[in-house]
């Protein structure tokens, strides 16, 4: 008995020893941005500045994807010849991206997703973690918001387009909330139309034509940033100040000026790109320690911005512009 539990021991200490080797060992890391600004930016310094306080030497290479599966799958292919020891990613599609993400968990390197992801069958099989904030309840705290400003409006039967993002399945649930809110408080609420938007250029010439076709249109649906920001620059190239409002994600300078001159957005959801990014580091760190989430998914929290006093802290608080 008493060898055995010399042998447990000595076992355990081993183990302690290992792991303390592994926590001090020099990390390198690959991150894949899908853009370079906005809420990308984000979680570029999240993720940098996450590196700096993790307390050991870690090397972060990085790129930006421009949201082409083909550069993320090369980067992806460049990173396992480095020798990464985890990859962060936001995969431009869940169908695209996968055989890349693949190859570097078969290469024994985890990844780790932040804000998109794969399938959920492929996620469990080939992610490490997934740092998100929920998109339904993303959609759902902005549908709340909409119906609240509707109500008080006596607008019981509005109409609103949705300029969306729908290329990524995060933005397919986003709406989901989004509507499931809306309708509950507002049943008579109508989507009269829907398309893709996700960039500020086609977003203002989308919702510039949606303005055009539907003249009595009460407010858009921006389902990410350059959506949001493109409709609400549409709205007023097109005179329809006071008449069209919107809705809308992710917080960048330039949208939260907009809420806080509170003229045409009126409520704006957000993730902070920074804290998701130093949150899908720390999973990163904790998976190449052996120590990865129980459930794949780690959550982030949501805020919503629904006045133009919201709007002035934000920048107040902000004050480099990076979200």
Request: proline share 3%; aromatic share 8%.
């Amino acid at each position: 008995m008493k060898f055995i539990a010399k042998a447990a021991l000595a076992t355990l200490a081993a183990l302690a020893a290992s792991t303390a080797f592994a926590q001090d060992k020099d990390l390198k890391v690959g991150a894949i941005y899908m853009d370079a600004q906005g809420f990308y930016a984000g979680v570029r310094k999240g993720i940098q500045d996450g590196a700096k306080d993790a307390g050991r030497k870690l090397e972060v290479i990085e790129t930006n994807a421009q949201g082409d599966v083909s550069k993320e799958s090369s980067f992806i292919d460049s990173l396992i010849s480095a020798g990464v020891q985890a990859i962060i990613v936001s995969p431009v599609s869940a169908d695209g991206s996968f055989r890349a993400i693949r190859r570097a968990h078969d290469a024994g390197i985890p990844v780790v997703c932040y804000n998109t992801c794969l399938s959920e069958n492929d996620m469990k099989d080939y992610v490490s973690a997934y740092a998100v904030g929920d998109p339904y309840q993303f959609g759902h705290k902005l549908g709340d918001a909409a119906a609240d400003y509707f109500l008080a409006e006596k607008k019981d039967a509005p109409t609103i387009a949705v300029l969306n993002c729908e290329f990524v399945e995060v933005c397919v649930t986003r709406r989901k909330g989004f509507e499931e809110a809306l309708f509950a408080k507002v049943p008579n609420a109508k989507i009269v139309d829907n398309q893709e938007g996700a960039t500020l250029d086609k977003a203002v010439s989308v919702a510039s034509t949606m303005l055009s076709s539907h003249p009595d249109l009460d407010a858009f649906f921006g389902e990410a940033g350059g959506a949001t920001l493109g409709a609400a620059r549409a709205v007023k190239s097109q005179g329809r100040v006071g008449k069209t409002v919107v809705f809308g994600g992710d917080m960048t300078t330039e949208i939260a000026q907009e809420l806080a001159d509170f003229s045409v957005i009126k409520a704006v959801v957000d993730i902070s790109g920074q804290g998701l990014g130093k949150l899908a580091l720390t999973q990163a760190i904790n998976s190449i320690d052996g120590k990865p989430p129980a459930d794949i998914k780690v959550a982030y929290e949501i805020d919503l911005y629904k006045s133009a006093e919201d709007g002035k802290s934000w920048l107040e608080a902000h004050a480099d512009g990076i979200p």
